[in-house]
């Protein structure tokens, strides 16, 4: 089956301790990007990736990092969470020949406390 | 600043009436539209979309309008059935890395 698997898809963490969220997809996508969902502001993008070791910074990116070492994955790390980046995560891929419709995975519902 | 506005946090319609849901955008490099479909505890799906070059594209009992001079889309749902009960995202795209959201609109169908 076709899919984006995030995980965790809950976590409470306490402030200052490093955490990564995995993404991966089986659809072989080029395109991956990670947004996150806060209310009254839809989804905004943190990070994206073109391919392999290629990833730029989208609209708020700042206490985050990424890496693309390979194709499938594509994991987010928060090396020092803070209580402002309690949210909704969600990683979604796309394949750049076929458009622009990205999928999702389920979402991870990260508090910082 | 929100490039993507849906000015509707809600909507409840009966089933089998007409669903429309608005959406607004302010940047005119925006040339292609996407609706997604969000229900809890799941990742938003793709549900359809429509390149600036157009100004309807149907599929099915979903219908995306586009009005550029007047930067609005809007997605009817006919006829609307409970399982369309969701949040639905309005999206716009200049190019593959600036996808822009709305905050999204809840629409509740009733039996």
């Known amino acids: 089956e076709a899919q984006v698997t995030q995980n965790p898809r809950y976590l409470i963490t306490v402030t200052g301790k490093k955490l990564t969220v995995t993404c991966s997809q089986n659809?072989?996508?080029?395109?991956m990007s990670w947004y996150r969902q806060d209310p009254g502001l839809g989804l905004r993008q943190i990070y994206y990736?073109?391919?392999?070791?290629?990833?730029d910074k989208g609209d708020v990116p700042e206490g985050y990092k990424v890496s693309r070492k390979e194709k499938r994955n594509f994991p987010l790390i928060l090396e020092s969470p803070s209580p402002n980046q309690t949210s909704l995560y969600f990683c979604?891929?796309?394949?750049?020949?076929?458009?622009?419709?990205?999928?999702f995975g389920e979402g991870s519902r990260l508090t910082v406390l | 600043d929100q490039q993507v506005k849906q000015n509707s946090p809600s909507l409840s319609v009966q089933e089998g009436r007409i669903s429309i849901l608005n959406c607004d955008y302010t940047?005119?490099?925006?040339?292609?539209f996407l609706w997604y479909k969000k229900y809890p505890a799941e990742g938003p799906t793709f549900l359809i979309s429509?390149?600036?070059?157009?100004d309807k594209n149907e599929d099915g009992r979903f219908t995306v309008f586009l009005n550029k001079s007047a930067k609005h889309l809007s997605l009817h749902i006919v006829p609307s059935q409970p399982g369309d009960s969701a949040v639905y995202f309005c999206?716009?795209?200049?190019?593959?890395?600036?996808?822009?959201f709305g905050a999204g609109t809840r629409l509740t169908v009733k039996p």
């Open positions: 659809m072989n996508h080029e395109y």
């Open positions: 979604a891929s796309s394949l750049m020949a076929s458009g622009r419709e990205l999928f």
């Open positions: 940047n005119s490099m925006f040339d292609y």
């Open positions: 999206a716009a795209s200049a190019n593959w890395n600036d996808m822009r």
């Open positions: 429509i390149s600036s070059i157009k």
């Open positions: 990736s073109m391919n392999v070791e290629v990833t």
